[in-house]
């Protein structure tokens, strides 16, 4: 009898739930895009997801002033246009924060003392009085302009030129790499002891690393902090280097990493490694020519969570490097532009999509390995 090749409802229920998570998290990063991409006006009126329709914007500028009048017959009259988007349109002005909507574009409004205001629907208007306009300001005019959706790399350009994010991008580079590929390291050699070299203590050590990981980062900062600067004391290094946050992250990334890599390492073919023993291989030649090759999937899974968390970091960045400009991170930098310049938005989405760019290009290149390295050793 042939098995039936039809997939159980629990199977289309899980990809359902997935593809849900996927788009989920997926519509977040687009929503940063497209407003990182979007006029700055358009941004501050509107939601991204309205990015390609029209939007409406009420604005209130002023108009020229009296110096530019011209007689024209007996009015003395001021011209100009408010539109500095030419394929906007005009539908409602007005010279009254009361009422700034009272005339459609076109009409001819009547002000006070006999003068009459004209906006036309491409912006132009013309102020028109039967004495000489006085004073040093123009008059205010409220309008409201059909605007189409335009796009543009001005964000980008702002950010990356004059927000300091480039000095702040390296320094992120600086402390991010060192911190992802240390830990690796360390732990590569301490899980494959931990799993195939029989030694007294393995078990505590194995319960040690587990225990390790529930422990909060926020409880154990400060003794690390604390220990850093006695020991940097006493070797006459200053506290606010790049060494101090390498082996902090590194400290913070061993036990997640030990554990992953010591599960997925007991989890190989002792047939192999009995192999080379019986062939005169030591330890650390098994190690070099076969274990690192074949955990390669759990060293990618790792670096992936590592690079990710640094990336990230802010914490640990502002403890142990400052706020200085010399050594500030790319998330100190844009917690400074936060408080600084926290209602221009454009600026904001710019930034925030720039740092997220090396982490997901860090992502996509690894991500086929981050299953498989996972799931290792969780399944006998």
Same mark, same amino acid.
């Given at each position: ?71 024209? %017959?007996? =009015? ?15 539908? =409602? ?21 006999? =003068? ?115 020991? %940097? ?33 007991? %989890? ?37 969570? =590592? ?65 498989? %390295? ?7």
């Amino acid at each position: 009898m042939i098995a039936s090749s039809k997939r159980s409802p629990l199977t289309y229920l899980v990809h359902a739930t997935v593809l849900f998570l996927v788009v989920i998290w997926t519509i977040p990063t687009a929503g940063l895009f497209v407003s990182s991409i979007r006029d700055k006006d358009q941004l501050s009126v509107s939601g991204w997801w309205t990015a390609l329709s029209t939007s409406e914007q009420r604005i209130v500028d002023r108009a020229n002033g009296p110096k530019t009048q011209t007689q024209e %017959g007996d =009015q003395f009259v001021i011209r100009g246009n408010l539109l500095t988007n030419s394929s906007a349109v005009i539908t =409602q002005f007005g010279f009254s924060s009361l009422d700034p909507e009272a005339f459609a574009a076109g009409t001819l409004a009547e002000m006070r003392n006999g =003068q009459t205001l004209q906006v036309m629907a491409n912006g132009d208007y013309a102020l028109a009085s039967p004495a000489q306009w006085k004073g040093s300001r123009g008059q205010r005019i409220f309008y409201t302009a059909e605007v189409p959706p335009r796009f543009t790399l001005d964000n980008y350009r702002e950010v990356l030129s004059a927000e300091g994010l480039g000095q702040s991008f390296l320094n992120s580079l600086t402390v991010t790499i060192p911190a992802t590929i240390i830990p690796i390291l360390v732990a590569a050699f301490a899980a494959y002891a931990l799993a195939w070299m029989r030694f007294p203590g393995r078990a505590l050590l194995v319960a040690a690393v587990v225990g390790l990981l529930v422990v909060p980062l926020q409880m154990s900062l400060i003794p690390l902090l604390k220990s850093y600067n006695l020991i %940097g004391e006493f070797f006459g290094v200053g506290s606010k280097t790049y060494v101090g946050i390498w082996l902090a992250h590194t400290g913070f990334g061993l036990p997640l990493a030990i554990y992953l890599l010591r599960n997925y390492i007991a %989890g190989l073919p002792s047939e192999i490694i009995e192999s080379a023993r019986v062939d005169g291989a030591s330890d650390f030649d098994i190690f070099r020519k076969i274990i690192l090759p074949l955990s390669f999937p759990a060293l990618a899974s790792f670096a992936i969570f =590592q690079f990710l968390w640094v990336w990230n970091d802010l914490l640990i960045a502002m403890v142990f490097l400052g706020n200085n400009e010399e050594h500030l991170v790319l998330t100190g930098q844009l917690r400074e532009l936060l408080g600084s310049r926290g209602g221009n938005w454009e600026i904001l989405t710019a930034s925030a999509f720039i740092t997220i760019i090396v982490p997901l290009c860090v992502f996509f290149s690894l991500q086929r390995y981050l299953v498989r %390295g996972l799931l290792a050793g969780s399944v006998k």
